[in-house]
């Protein structure tokens, strides 16, 4: 909704007349609404941004938030989203901040009265609608980003590659394993064979609390790519369980060398390279 070149230009005569009422009195209406999560000088310098872009954008005449000429006040309304989005505000707490302007208006039209007030207000209140709206659209899209990057963080972290001796590192999994995660998985590992020239790779499963035919594919495709970098692979944590269900679901890991558990996984491969280990005995009392 665009406001006209004679709304635009009362509006933004009704706003810049009464530069110090319009701040305080607006960043007084939000307050209450943040419940003091914000500090009073960073809700005003917003406040203050906002208002100043509102009678700039009016002065060059029309009001249309897709118009170039609105871009100063595209920019402070995304900017004010950005920021409430980062400081974990809600989407409800950041609109209205912008709808707050609408009591600020209907005050100062009332004083101000004349044969335009109503309809006045009337446009003010669809252009501040149409602010809250983008506001809110400018929200989402932020948070959105942060949930995206926060979820491939913790991808990142839930597949850690741990180096257990020379020439052996393990990836233990933890959780669901899925098309994501197994891409990841396949990548960390990879490179980490790559960085310290390991030949052999454990893949434990212990935390994996199923394995259906999808996340034995992924396991098995992380298992060629390895081999194609040169290294073999051992799979660990084949609970009786999980044997079962591989069993049942007809499930074939070939040649693929499976142990019970990562210790047992870890003593195979330190056969192979010729270390001999030896279980701890328990201790007998005298």
């Not at 070149?5 to 960043?27: F, K």
Request: charged share 25%; proline share 3%.
């Amino acid at each position: 909704m665009a406001l006209s070149t004679e709304e635009s230009g009362r509006l933004a005569a009704l706003l810049s007349g009464q530069d110090e009422r319009v701040t305080t009195r607006w960043t007084e209406i939000v307050t209450s609404s943040l419940r003091g999560r914000l500090s009073q000088a960073e809700l005003r310098r917003q406040v203050q941004d906002l208002h100043r872009a509102i009678v700039s954008t009016g002065e060059q005449g029309i009001i249309d938030l897709s118009a170039d000429s609105a871009a100063e006040l595209r920019a402070a309304l995304s900017e004010l989203s950005r920021g409430r989005a980062r400081q974990g505000f809600s989407a409800t707490e950041t609109t209205v901040s912008i709808f707050a302007l609408k009591d600020v208006l209907a005050e100062l039209v009332q004083e101000n009265g004349g044969p335009n007030a109503l309809p006045d207000y009337v446009a003010f209140s669809k252009l501040v609608d149409e602010m809250g709206l983008f506001t809110f659209e400018s929200f989402v899209r932020t948070r959105e980003s942060l949930i995206a990057d926060q979820a491939e963080q913790l991808l990142e972290l839930s597949t850690p590659v741990v180096k257990l001796w020379e020439g052996v590192v393990a990836v233990p999994l933890v959780g669901t394993l899925d098309s994501a995660r197994a891409q990841v998985v396949m990548e960390r590992l990879l490179q980490t064979l790559v960085d310290t020239s390991s030949p052999y790779a454990i893949i434990d499963i212990t935390g994996v609390p199923a394995v259906d035919t999808q996340v034995a594919q992924h396991i098995l495709k992380t298992v060629v790519a390895a081999r194609l970098m040169g290294a073999d692979c051992i799979i660990s944590g084949i609970r009786p369980q999980i044997a079962q269900t591989i069993v049942a679901l007809g499930i074939e890991f070939g040649d693929i060398a499976t142990k019970a558990s990562l210790a047992d996984a870890l003593r195979h491969v330190l056969r192979l390279n010729g270390v001999e280990t030896a279980r701890r005995q328990p201790r007998r009392d005298a």
